[in-house]
């Protein structure tokens, strides 16, 4: 309940109240899973509030608690990335689409991934995972796409097809 509320707080720039009950919960659950999600929320208080440095704290003592927890990771990701650390902060990134590449592998159990090898005589599939404009916003780098490789095919949702043709797929 107190993490719930501390990101209602948030949600209203009530970062002192929000912070209040982040360490209510953690002093009532000093670790798992609750734990873990309070300091994740509590790195992202203290970010937005100017305190890098305490939000960087909160989600180590998160990923201390669970090296594993996927969340954890991307927020850490998410941060490295807001404070212009891209190098590491990619693969921290990649948490956040675990489960969906974990779903397109089952989806497509027979096409691989592709990484950005040579691929200019293949087919590219690319899954649309996320929300419109999502899609929308990374429409603009289809064309680039399309010049890499020789058939490119752009899974959408179905009020996009007719727009979404015209940016080079077939």
Do not use: M
């Amino acid at each position: 309940l107190h993490v719930y509320r501390a990101c209602a707080y948030d949600e209203f720039g009530r970062s002192a109240e929000a912070i209040a009950d982040l360490d209510a919960a953690l002093t009532l659950a000093p670790s798992g899973t609750v734990a873990v999600l309070a300091l994740i929320t509590l790195a992202f208080v203290r970010d937005r509030e100017g305190d890098a440095e305490g939000a960087f704290a909160a989600v180590a003592r998160a990923l201390a608690l669970d090296p594993a927890d996927r969340e954890a990771h991307a927020a850490l990701g998410t941060l490295l990335a807001w404070h212009g650390a891209y190098p590491r902060a990619w693969s921290e990134l990649e948490f956040h689409h675990l489960d969906e590449r974990a779903r397109y592998r089952k989806r497509f159990p027979d096409l691989h991934e592709w990484n950005g090898e040579p691929i200019a005589a293949q087919r590219l599939l690319v899954v649309h995972g996320q929300g419109l404009g999502d899609l929308l916003q990374c429409v603009r780098y289809v064309p680039r796409l399309r010049e890499r490789c020789a058939h490119l095919t752009l899974e959408c949702a179905e009020p996009l097809v007719s727009l979404l043709r015209a940016s080079g797929v077939d």
